[in-house]
Every structure is written in C-alpha cells, then in structure tokens.
C-alpha cells in the first residue's frame, strides 16, 4: 500500500481519519477559546499557559494509570465513550460561573481520557492496515491533525469573536460528539486485542514489559526527547519575534506536512533507517543560529527546513511497532503519544525559564543544541540490531514476550524510571 487512494480503500480507515478531525478541530478550538477565557478573567500569562498545557501535562498520570484500556476494550466503543466523555467534560468548562481553580480538576480529567483515546486510535490504525502500511496512514492522520489546526484556530478566532469563549467551547463539545457518532456508527465492531481487564496494575504491568524489551528504551527516549526540546523551541517564537510569530508558526506547520508526506508517501523502506538520524539532527540543527538573531525571513526558512525533521518520529513509530507485540500495540502506541506530549508540555515552561535568565534567542539555541546532544546519545543504541524474535509477524510473539518478561525480571507492578 502506496497510495493515498489505495490508503482510503482500506475498510474502516475513512471513518477514522474523520473521526480524528472532527476531534483534533475540537481540541484546537476550545484550547484557544479557553486560553482567551482565562485571560480575560486573570490576566495572567502563567494561568493562560497552564489551561493550554493542562491536558498534555496529564497524559503522564494516564499513562501509568489507564493505559491498559487501549488493548482491552473494543476499539470502536473506547472511541466512542472517549469522544463522548471529551464533548461532556467540554461543556462542563463552558458552565457559567465556574471558577477559574474548578478549570483545571476538569482538564485533568480531559488529559486522562485523552491518553486512553491516543493509544486506542494508534492501535486501532495498525490493526486496519496491512504490513508495512502503518507510517503512510500516521502520516496521514499526522497531516490531517496539521490542517485541522490550522483551520480550528482561524475558526476558533472567528468564533470567540462572535459567540463568546464560553458558546466556542459549545461548540467544540458538538464537534466532539459528531466524532462520537462517526465511530459508532463508521468503525465495525473488532474484539479487544488483549482479553484482560483494563486496570492500574495491568497499565504498571504491561508498561515495565514494554520498557524491559531490548531495543524499546532508546526508541521511547528518541520519541520524547528531540521532538520535546524543539516544541520548546517553538514555544518561544511570540517572544523572539512577536510581529513576526504568525509567519514562523506557518512556516513550521508547513515544514512537518512536507516531512509528513516525504515520510509517508516517497521515503521507501530501504532509505528510512538510513535517513532517520539525518531526520532527527535536521529537526533541531537550523535552530542553532538563532542565537545570532538572524533576520525575519531567514528564521522562517530555518523553522520550516527543521520541521521537516519531525518525520523521524513516525519511522520510529513504525520501528516501535516492529518491536513490540501485537496485543501491547495499542498500550505502546499510547505510551510514546503520552510521553511526547508531556515531555512538549515540560520543554515549553522550560524553554520560558530559561528565556527569563537569558533571551528568547539563546534559548531557543540552548534547547536545539540539547536536542542535538541527545540524538547523537542516542544514536548508538538504536543502531542496535532488531531482535530477531521481533521480525515477524507470527502467534509466537505474545509467548515469547511473555517469557521474556518473567527472565528479565519485568514484572514489577510499576515501570523503571526514564
């Protein structure tokens, strides 16, 4: 499978990708509807960043509680009671009067549930597509989550204008119960892809299994880390260059769709594990000038040159799957999308500190440069061959897993430590 039409003839991937959107416009316009709510009532920046980041930040506390789910119940319900619970907790943040400190137990709430529904999405997509198909249908839900935010913060604008950020929030929630009704109704019924229980053991559980495979470590800390310093990067942008912003946040979004696409639709196999530290060093090498504060247009082009480097991390996720097993893959897939948005959420107030001891410049070079380090750290280790275990594809992996968890000691109800 090579083709973007051959992609959409796959049996449940359309309602899917529609699903997504709907759900990723949703996202976008309450995030910006409830940032500006916030800072009209507080004034502060702090408090306006924080009902943003809020959700990211509360991936991690899903990640070591809830995710289980993803692999444990049927797919086409999680993301329908994920959907559904999004769209009311939405519009709980829309209730008038409600204080400003009663926001943030119900972003919390949102993070959890969203961290379930990422893992559920992830695996739900390598079960519909055939082998080898996985990094073209991510690239293309990664471009759909690029346009939907585009069009949801113009849209969002529009709408706090005119209904209010409260009536935006509304809206928002209607978005995310028509992605409800498109799962329910698009996506056919599958069986779980792990028959246990969803609970906060088996989350630990499974976590330190999936940690404790050889290979798995260095992927997870390729994921989280580079990618997070240069969202950290980009948090700077207003700051280094407010006139400026709109134009290096454009160029940015336009740089990771052309790396989307180059990753998903031309890169073949062959040229993928060759290309991917390249990949990697791009991401965060252009921003090392900035230190210099190179004109406007210069630092669009540098921004969208090193955004195209965001496509490592799909040929990691594509090597994230080879590695793990099939009935973990929702688990594992949620697991690296809960670690990259806390660990973005973590750079970006990391980034504004160390812009208050220097400059929105140095920081910004600061971070690529730590981005850099990082990739060449790491480089060693995912040059490790693959376990040949992993190679295929057979009803040997899960037995095999299993018995490698219990000699490597992995059983422990709680993971290692990053």
């Known amino acids: 499978m090579r083709t973007y039409r051959q992609l959409f003839r796959a049996p449940g991937f ?3 990708f529609l699903t997504c959107c709907l759900q990723n416009a949703a996202t976008t316009i309450a995030g910006l509807a409830l940032a500006t709510g916030v800072w009209s009532r507080t ?7 924080l009902s943003m980041f809020g959700p990211s930040l509360a991936q991690l506390a899903g990640a070591t509680l809830l995710l289980s789910a993803a ?6 319900a999680a993301l329908t009671g994920v959907a559904a619970a999004t769209a009311l907790l939405t519009a709980v943040l829309a209730a008038p009067g409600l204080p400003v400190a009663a926001l943030f137990p119900v972003l919390l709430a949102m993070g959890l549930v969203g961290s379930v529904g990422g893992g559920v999405r992830n695996g739900l997509l390598n079960d519909l597509l055939p082998d080898g198909a996985y990094l073209l249908g991510r690239s293309t839900l990664n471009i759909a989550v690029g346009v939907m935010q585009i069009a949801g913060f113009a849209a969002g604008g529009a709408l706090v204008t005119v209904l209010s950020p409260a009536g935006t929030l509304l809206t928002a929630a209607g978005l995310h119960l028509a992605g409800a009704a498109v799962a329910r109704l698009g996506l056919a019924r599958r069986a779980p892809r792990d028959p246990g229980r969803p609970s906060v053991a088996a989350t630990w ?11 798995v470590r260095p992927v997870y800390l390729a ?3 580079p990618n ?6 980009e948090a700077l942008f207003v700051p280094f260059a407010p006139a400026g912003a709109g134009l290096l946040l454009a160029g940015s979004a336009l740089g990771m769709l052309a790396g989307d696409v180059l990753a998903g639709r031309f890169l073949p196999p062959r040229w993928r594990r060759r290309l991917a530290p390249l990949l990697r060093l791009l991401l965060a090498v252009p921003y090392l000038p900035f230190v210099l504060h190179p004109p406007l247009p210069v630092a669009v082009g540098l921004a969208t040159v090193a955004a195209v480097g ?3 991390t799909l ?3 594509e090597r994230l799957v080879e590695l793990t097993p099939a009935e973990h893959r929702g688990q594992a897939l949620g697991l690296h999308t809960s670690g990259m948005l806390t660990m973005q959420a973590v750079c970006a107030a990391l980034a504004g500190s160390l812009a208050e001891l220097t400059s929105p410049a140095a920081a910004i070079t600061l971070l690529a440069a730590a981005s850099v380090a990082v990739t060449l750290l790491l480089a060693g280790p995912l040059r490790e061959p693959q376990p040949t275990w992993t190679r295929g594809r057979s009803s040997g992996d899960a037995s095999l897993f299993r018995r490698i968890s219990r000699t490597t000691g992995a059983v422990s109800p709680r993971p290692k430590s990053r």
């Open 14 to 16: 359309a309602p899917l």
């Open 43 to 49: 004034g502060s920046p702090l408090l306006t960043a």
């Open 71 to 76: 692999d444990r119940l049927p797919p086409r």
């Open 205 to 215: 559980q499974v976590n330190s299994r999936l940690w404790a495979i050889p290979g």
């Open 223 to 225: 994921l989280w880390l």
């Open 228 to 233: 997070g310093l240069i969202v950290g990067c």
């Open 310 to 312: 965001y496509c490592s």
């Open 315 to 317: 040929l990691l996720q």
